[in-house]
């Protein structure tokens, strides 16, 4: 049985449509590296349950991270 991985999350405290422009690029950059971090902890086997977990989360981290750029976009625009 493959062990499963734990992935350390990184939830913004506030929504990001309450963020200043400050905190939606400090919030950015931590998903970001969070998918970096992911990234390098790709599991081989992409039918493992582990890879399953790994593929959710870094869909999840994705959502946020365009959920982001788009409330920064909707500031600057």
């Known amino acids: 049985m493959a062990d499963v991985m734990e992935f350390g999350g990184f939830e913004p405290e506030k929504d990001p449509e309450d ?3 400050e905190e939606l690029l400090d ?3 931590a998903v970001r590296q969070q998918i ?3 990234d390098e902890a790709e599991p ?4 493992s349950e582990e890879y399953d977990q790994w593929g ?3 869909e ?3 959502d946020l991270a365009d959920e982001l750029t ?4 909707e ?3």
């Open 36 to 38: 970096a971090q992911l």
């Open 70 to 73: 788009e409330c920064l976009e």
């Open 60 to 62: 999840t981290l994705e």
């Open 27 to 29: 919030a950015l950059e």
């Open 44 to 47: 081989e086997d992409m039918d």
């Open 19 to 21: 963020m200043t422009r």
């Open 75 to 77: 500031l600057e625009g």
């Open 56 to 58: 959710d989360r870094h």
